[in-house]
């Protein structure tokens, strides 16, 4: 699983910061994301999961490490 490989390469503390960095569009706000899988993405991984505080589903593109 390359992409999850990827991911867990990155520090932690980094991987935490990305994680409550995510924009949700149905609250407007930055968002914290959870129940997320890493994919493959043109310019590094993504995120894809969904958002703590409404459930919508939100992505964030993590730029190849
Ligand atoms: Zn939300």
């Known amino acids: 699983m390359e992409a999850n490989r990827k ?6 503390d980094f991987r935490k910061k990305l994680i409550a960095n995510v924009r949700c569009s149905n ?3 930055i968002v914290r ?3 997320f899988i890493v994919v493959n993405h043109p310019v590094g991984v993504m995120l894809d999961g969904k958002c703590r505080n409404c459930g919508n589903k939100v992505v964030r593109v993590v730029e190849d490490v």
């Open 33 to 35: 994301i959870t129940d």
């Open 27 to 29: 609250c407007d706000d």
């Open 7 to 12: 991911w867990l390469s990155l520090p932690e």
